[in-house]
């Protein structure tokens, strides 16, 4: 596809995606019991227009540079991530042969994105923020390798088109069924979403958020929604089929699949405890690591 | 006036709650008032919030506060004076309009009615700089010094906990960081998100009671509508830990429940929900364990959480003709803390069912009380102060701050403040209880 199709693609997803994730939150907390925050579909558009009206405040000797990069940096990695995606045998912004590879190492790159947010602000909870991600970054990183190199096992590629192709006959959520689960909490790790947000937790006032305001903290929030789109259409890639499925045309599948997906991390979100710490990377080496390796011989034994 | 102005004016209201004495009851009306966002961070928020009086040592702190507000902002002074140079702040007394006001502030503020809050401290570092290098990032600043009055986050001790030493970061929180009691303020050590060393700077401000418990202590009390206030108390808790937690939804829930509490009321859905979602096996609930003298010394719940029958209800003779026995946990830590609250909430509900089918009996004699937070002292536990100093060392952040908020550390109030008692009945009886009446 040429550079600009490619650009309106996912700038369209993008801010689309992201707007439907700040609706559908509320939608969600409020049918978890939150009292009502005005019209939902008006509200993320008047708190975008406060974020944009506030001031940008500084702390005190802040490496100035990073804190406004690293936003734009989370957002760029996001928009990435969605440009691999394919909407149809045809419509793709960047069929890149190595396409799996790239959206792993946009995991890890992440957690430099989220670091150097927390670190840079000079201030102690924004820096525990990026402390605790970097101490979570690397397990759920290596559980989304194996779960993915599952799923490129039968498609016998690392090309996401080439995943949604084998998966015309049986969608890789049923061919391995341990993938989309532990594909799902590596979304809720990357994303720090719900019960694995612990960089921008409640306790730490925010975390790497904490002393942010204004403009930079309004690309920050589009970033993290934008990420989640992100991951969603991956996750609809690799373990739903992509863009295949009957009657519809293959975009608006996709598009169905995301929100699927989309709908339950937020759906988590609101319903479950924030992990302790020590606890999440114990849960993530002792259980869904291992789980992990099962998945990956499961996929090969499937393969053969 | 621009759209963007006006659709920001539309905005849900961020609101930073800076809370004095007595002024907690503010948390509980705004977390279920649509419109209103509560913010733990004054970056994150458009209005501040002052609740309740703020002693004049606290004052530099909060100027400190109200200057970390981004512009445009503006401050309202609930049943508190305001700093001189606020002299044009917004005041208000009554709870029940408050939602409404913080709503009309923020409104102006966007469509010009109102300019921004002045500030208050010049825009300058509170200390000098006194560094090796010129930025606190990288070069000779790395090395040494004190920049700012601080020293440099350096690796001078051994870590406690796994032996990864990581560069020790010292700060001081408080008195008004929302996540610890009001008035609590401290000096922190930590390595990573580990807390090395925890000094308390001030003890929280005195907490104001269901007004019940200070007529109690004068005279004999409808003991049903003491038990309903003992189960509010406990479920107004019980939400501070639940939003730290993560679980919002759950405590709002407990919230709405202690609004319309009446002796019909049952927490089998909360306690149901509780369970599924995980709070006691996921949630940083394992620190906090409390030794046994410790426990004494905090008495209340606090003891009765790490199995000692202490009560002073128990001394009642009233209560022991409604077959009153102490609820008792084992463990002492702060899961066992949260268990033994929920444990209360169902015996002081039960309690009230079966006063007032014995028709409502009053408490037997006045004098001493057994408050929700253990026997009725008006300065704070001798145990109180120390006990963190000793209890938050090793835990990390997450397990620490639960383990506050598991603790009842502040003195309690020998009145509850103008307004206070008057609202509460109020809105019990205005409400209506939301789980299954039998």
């Known amino acids: 596809m040429n550079v600009l199709p490619a650009l309106a693609l996912v700038s369209l997803t993008l801010i689309a995606g992201g707007y439907l994730v700040a609706v559908a939150d509320r939608l969600i907390a409020g049918a978890c019991g939150w009292p009502r925050q005005g019209n939902p579909w008006l509200a993320p558009l008047a708190r975008g227009a406060w974020l944009y009206r506030q001031d940008a405040n500084v702390t005190e000797a802040p490496d100035r540079p990073a804190w406004r990069l690293a936003p734009a940096l989370y957002l760029a990695l996001a928009a990435l991530g969605l440009a691999l995606v394919p909407w149809s045998p045809t419509l793709i912004a960047s069929n890149l042969a190595t396409g799996v590879v790239l959206w792993g190492s946009l995991e890890a790159l992440a957690t430099v994105a989220i670091f150097l947010h927390g670190w840079s602000a000079n201030a102690p909870l924004a820096l525990i923020g990026g402390y605790r991600y970097v101490a979570l970054g690397l397990s759920y990183i290596l559980i989304s390798m194996f779960v993915l190199i599952g799923v490129v096992l039968p498609a016998e590629s690392l090309q996401f088109s080439q995943v949604v192709a084998t998966q015309g006959e049986l969608w890789n959520v049923v061919r391995q069924p341990l993938g989309l689960p532990l594909f799902l909490i590596v979304g809720l790790g990357l994303t720090f979403w719900g019960p694995l947000n612990l960089a921008d937790s409640t306790d730490l006032a925010g975390g790497t958020a904490s002393e942010v305001s204004g403009p930079p903290r309004l690309v920050w929030e589009i970033a993290r929604m934008a990420m989640l789109v992100a991951f969603s259409a991956i996750a609809a890639t690799a373990f739903l089929g992509g863009w295949q499925g009957p009657w519809l045309p293959g975009p608006l599948w996709l598009a169905l699949k995301m929100l699927a997906i989309l709908l339950a991390l937020l759906w988590l979100g609101r319903v479950l405890p924030r992990l302790a710490p020590e606890r999440c990377v114990t849960l993530m080496w002792v259980v869904l690591l291992p789980l992990s390796f099962v998945d990956l011989v499961w996929a090969g034994l499937e393969a053969l | 006036m621009s759209w963007l102005e006006r659709l920001a004016a539309r905005a849900p209201v961020p609101v930073y709650p800076l809370l004095g004495i007595g002024g907690e009851r503010v948390l509980y009306e705004l977390a279920l008032a649509g419109r209103v966002a509560r913010v733990d961070s004054p970056r994150h928020a458009s209005v501040l919030l002052v609740a309740g009086h703020v002693p004049a040592q606290h004052h530099e702190a909060l100027k400190r506060v109200h200057d970390q507000l981004p512009r445009p902002f503006a401050t309202l002074w609930f049943r508190s004076q305001p700093l001189p140079g606020l002299e044009n702040a917004r005041r208000a007394d009554d709870l029940a309009t408050l939602a409404d006001e913080l709503v009309a502030l923020h409104r102006e503020l966007h469509t010009g009615q109102r300019g921004s809050s002045p500030r208050l401290l010049p825009d300058e570092p509170p200390n000098p700089w006194q560094g090796l290098g010129d930025d606190?990032?990288?070069?000779?600043?790395?090395?040494?010094?004190?920049?700012?009055?601080?020293?440099?986050?350096?690796?001078?001790?051994?870590?406690?906990?796994?032996?990864?030493?990581?560069?020790?970061?010292?700060?001081?929180?408080?008195?008004?960081?929302?996540?610890?009691?009001?008035?609590?303020?401290?000096?922190?050590?930590?390595?990573?998100?580990?807390?090395?060393?925890?000094?308390?700077?001030?003890?929280?401000?005195?907490?104001?009671?269901?007004?019940?418990?200070?007529?109690?202590?004068?005279?004999?009390?409808?003991?049903?509508?003491?038990?309903?206030?003992?189960?509010?108390?406990?479920?107004?808790?019980?939400?501070?830990?639940?939003?730290?937690?993560?679980?919002?939804?759950l405590g709002l829930q407990a919230l709405r429940l202690a609004r319309g509490l009446t002796p019909a009321s049952r927490i089998n859905g909360l306690r149901r929900r509780l369970m599924r979602s995980g709070f006691f096996n996921l949630a940083a609930l394992d620190g906090g364990v409390l030794d046994a003298e410790m426990a004494r010394r905090l008495g209340g719940p606090a003891a009765r959480a790490a199995g000692i029958d202490a009560d002073l209800r128990r001394d009642d003779a009233h209560y022991r003709r409604l077959g009153f026995s102490p609820v008792l946990s084992w463990g002492s830590d702060t899961r066992a803390r949260w268990q033994q609250a929920l444990g209360e909430i169902e015996q002081s509900l039960a309690l009230a069912r079966r006063a007032v089918d014995e028709g409502d009996p009053l408490t037997a004699a006045p004098g001493n009380v057994e408050t929700p937070c253990g026997p009725w002292r008006d300065r704070p536990s001798p145990a109180a102060g120390g006990c963190l100093d000793e209890l938050l060392p090793g835990l990390e952040w997450d397990s620490a701050l639960a383990t506050i908020a598991s603790l009842d550390l502040a003195p309690v109030s020998a009145s509850p403040p103008p307004g206070e008692a008057s609202a509460e009945s109020a809105s019990a009886s205005s409400g209506s209880h939301e789980e299954g009446a039998p």
């Open chain 2, 136 to 249: 606190g990032h990288g070069g000779e600043g790395m090395m040494g010094g004190t920049p700012y009055g601080r020293p440099m986050a350096m690796n001078m001790q051994d870590d406690i906990r796994d032996g990864l030493t990581l560069d020790s970061l010292t700060f001081r929180l408080g008195p008004f960081y929302p996540l610890l009691p009001p008035g609590l303020a401290a000096e922190i050590t930590l390595q990573g998100d580990v807390i090395q060393s925890w000094t308390s700077l001030s003890s929280a401000y005195p907490r104001a009671l269901d007004a019940i418990f200070q007529t109690a202590r004068e005279q004999p009390v409808s003991i049903a509508e003491l038990e309903l206030a003992r189960a509010r108390h406990h479920l107004r808790q019980l939400y501070l830990a639940l939003r730290l937690a993560g679980l919002e939804s």
